[in-house]
């Protein structure tokens, strides 16, 4: 089980679902937390992902990565490492990597953006299973920096409206959304 002083529990503890369904959703993983010594384990039916969306407030463009396993077009993010067990720092680690941009920050704040469940299809030997996605945003001064990860894993930075016709789930629309709101505000 996770310590009551982890960074996932205290990400969890101070977060505020929006509606029906991410309240359906952070309740899965505050039970996976309570009831497993290692949410983050790969090997188990439903583990915990951490991700983000990532912007560029002055242009109010958000790069989107092509995700093959899901033929979608989604934020950066993943799994954790060995070790790690801090949402935020997770999420940062796969922008670096995924987006090869070395200037992101948690904008506007460090605060989590969306949590969600999303299921992953099976590949190979591995079965289908679910990820609960932990979502900050991160902004880049340098959205030109921009570099994929792999041949296969293309970038696009594009302005949300046309993020959301990229995209065909739900749940990342559900999170352009919450990003449009953010920038608004700014």
Known sequence: MVTATSPLADTLADYRPHGDTELADVARLRELVRSTADPW?????????????IVHPPTR??????HERQQAWLQVGGHGDPGETDPLEIALREGHEEAGLTDLVPWPQP???HITVVPVVARGDEPAHEHADVRY???TDRPDDVRPEKPNA???WLSLPDARAATTEPNVQESLTRLDTLLADR
């Not at 384990?41 to 992902?49: I, K, M, Q, R």
């Not at 463009?61 to 092509?66: G, K, N």
């Open 41 to 53: 384990d790969t090997t188990t039916p439903l583990h915990v992902t951490a991700s983000a969306l």
């Open 61 to 66: 463009r958000v790069l989107l990565r092509w």
């Open 111 to 113: 605060q989590v953006l």
């Open 137 to 139: 945003v991160f902004a």
């Open 154 to 156: 293309p970038l696009r």
